[in-house]
T-cell receptor, first 112, second 118 residues
Framework: NAGVTQTPKFQVLKTGQSMTLQCAQD?????MYWYRQDPGMGLRLIYY???????DKGEVPNGYNVSRLNKREFSLRLESAAPSQTSVYFC???????????FGQGTRLTVV | AQKITQTQPGMFVQEKEAVTLDCTYD???????LFWYKQPSSGEMIFLIY??????QNATEGRYSLNFQKARKSANLVISASQLGDSAMYFC???????????????FGKGNQVVVIP
């Protein structure tokens, strides 16, 4: 099925470990996004990418890095995980003419 | 500064009644888009409805309608004839930047919790 694919779905990390969350879309969308969702906080934008080769900081970028490898893929990296990064992470992509953003299934990350 | 404001506390709605979810937004961009998403307890994000800033008419999609008041910067979602399956968190979101222009920042509000009771 066409859509946005996020991996992994679940992850437990120890403080200080690193990991990369992967996101891929097969809809030829230009814009891609990474959000984190915490109780009572809604979805907060971490980073976004308007097109291949460009990335911009969102509302809460500290502690994260991103890479727009090509038009399909947009990865989120935690270099040194902290308990404050325990959250549910969503990747999304948007093509303007379709007037909606498509979301991945989310990654539940726990940092202990 | 917060771009999207959803301030209603959790709401209980009687089945078959209508419910209105409030959303106000802040932007100086003349071209923007407004979205509503539903997130049930299973966690996925489900697109409901879209309103463009230049659209003359309020958007409707089945039981969902968007009450767009541009001067007040308000984009309330109306769900008619509530069903038990409507119990979920609802998020309002805004895309800034002209449609078709690559640099579209997409920001979400904190959400409204709705519980439909039989």
């Amino acid at each position: 099925n066409a859509g946005v694919t996020q991996t992994p779905k679940f992850q437990v990390l120890k403080t200080g470990q690193s990991m990369t969350l992967q996101c891929a879309q097969d809809m030829n969308h230009n814009s891609m996004y990474w959000y984190r969702q915490d109780p009572g906080m809604g979805l907060r934008l971490i980073y976004y990418s308007a097109s291949e080769g460009t990335t911009d900081k969102g509302e809460v970028p500290n502690g994260y890095n991103v890479s727009r490898l090509n038009k399909r893929e947009f990865s989120l990296r935690l270099e040194s995980a902290a308990p404050s990064q325990t959250s549910v992470y969503f990747c999304a992509s948007l093509v303007e003419r379709q007037l909606q953003a498509f979301f991945g299934q989310g990654t539940r990350l726990t940092v202990v | 500064a917060q771009k999207i404001t959803q301030t209603q506390p959790g709401m209980f709605v009687q089945e078959k009644e209508a419910v209105t979810l409030d959303c106000t937004y802040d932007t100086s961009d003349p071209s923007y888009g407004l979205f509503w998403y539903k997130q049930p307890s299973s966690g996925e994000m489900i697109f409901l409805i879209y309103q463009g800033s230049y659209d003359q008419q309020n958007a409707t999609e089945g039981r969902y309608s968007l009450n767009f008041q541009k001067a007040r910067k308000s984009a309330n979602l109306v769900i008619s004839a509530s069903q038990l399956g409507d119990s979920a968190m609802y998020f309002c979101a805004m895309r800034e930047g002209p449609k078709g222009y690559g640099n579209n920042r997409l920001a979400f509000g904190k959400g409204n919790q709705v519980v439909v009771i039989p």
